[in-house]
């Protein structure tokens, strides 16, 4: 059962452009939400995460926005560069005492090229 | 230099064979856990581990095995049970469940 659906799968960005990736969660125990960064050949690296007591969470160019009532979260890359050329993993894990806390479930990617 | 080591970074299995990957963290660290990676898909989890000798089954730990001896080792092996093991595999560890997950470079494991 795949609990979190991430879209789109590819995503083409021209330099200072802005890129969004989106995804929509189905678990209601989930309460937190990671984004991670992965260039080829090499292990995810945790980009921003947020948990569903704020709306909103920036970190230089990179944003967060989550809709609690609507189950989606959203990246948001600023002034893209194409040093941010990756791809891009929502994940969502469940709250103390759940049977999904702790473990990572993790969208399909998405893999964003932005050009010069 | 804190981190996680996996090892090796390619590994090529024949059929019928078990192979064992190596994840190794100094970041004192209770949770570790082990994803596996196929192209166009997100990671799934194999298996995870709380504490030193209790692990526990992910979503897609059949043809897999673990243990978890020492707190900074978690061992994955990929038995002949494992129907379709060619893949990336990720190793990954966390202060405790729900928080912050560090991952180490991964191992390529083929089929040949």
């Known amino acids: 059962q795949q609990q979190v659906k991430q879209s789109p799968q590819s995503l083409i960005v021209q330099k200072g452009g802005i890129s969004i990736i989106n995804c929509a969660y189905e678990?209601?125990?989930?309460?937190?939400f990671p984004w991670y960064q992965q260039f080829p050949g090499k292990g995810p690296a945790l980009l921003i995460a947020?948990?569903?007591?704020?709306s909103e969470k920036k970190e230089g160019r990179f944003t967060i926005s989550f809709n609690k009532s609507a189950k989606q979260f959203s990246l948001h890359i600023m002034d893209s560069q194409p040093g941010d050329s990756a791809t891009y993993f929502c994940a969502a894990s469940g709250r103390a005492g759940g049977t999904s806390y702790g473990k990572l479930t993790f969208g399909q990617g998405t893999i964003l090229t932005v050009h010069p | 230099d804190g981190g996680i080591t996996q090892s090796p970074k390619y590994l090529f299995r024949k059929e019928g064979q078990n192979v064992t990957l190596s994840c190794e963290q100094n970041l004192n660290h209770d949770a570790m856990y082990w994803y596996r990676q196929d192209p166009g898909q997100g990671l799934r989890l194999i298996y995870y581990?709380?504490?030193?000798?209790?692990?526990q089954k992910g979503d897609i730990a059949e043809g897999y095995s673990v243990s978890r001896e020492k707190k900074e080792s978690f061992p994955l092996t990929v038995t002949s049970a494992q129907k379709n093991p060619t893949a990336f595999y990720l190793c990954?560890?966390?202060?405790?469940?729900?928080?912050?997950?560090?991952f180490g470079q991964g191992t390529r494991l083929t089929v040949v």
């Open positions: 678990n209601t125990a989930f309460d937190y």
């Open positions: 581990s709380q504490i030193v000798n209790d692990f």
């Open positions: 990954a560890s966390s202060m405790d469940r729900g928080t912050e997950a560090f």
């Open positions: 947020i948990r569903p007591d704020v």
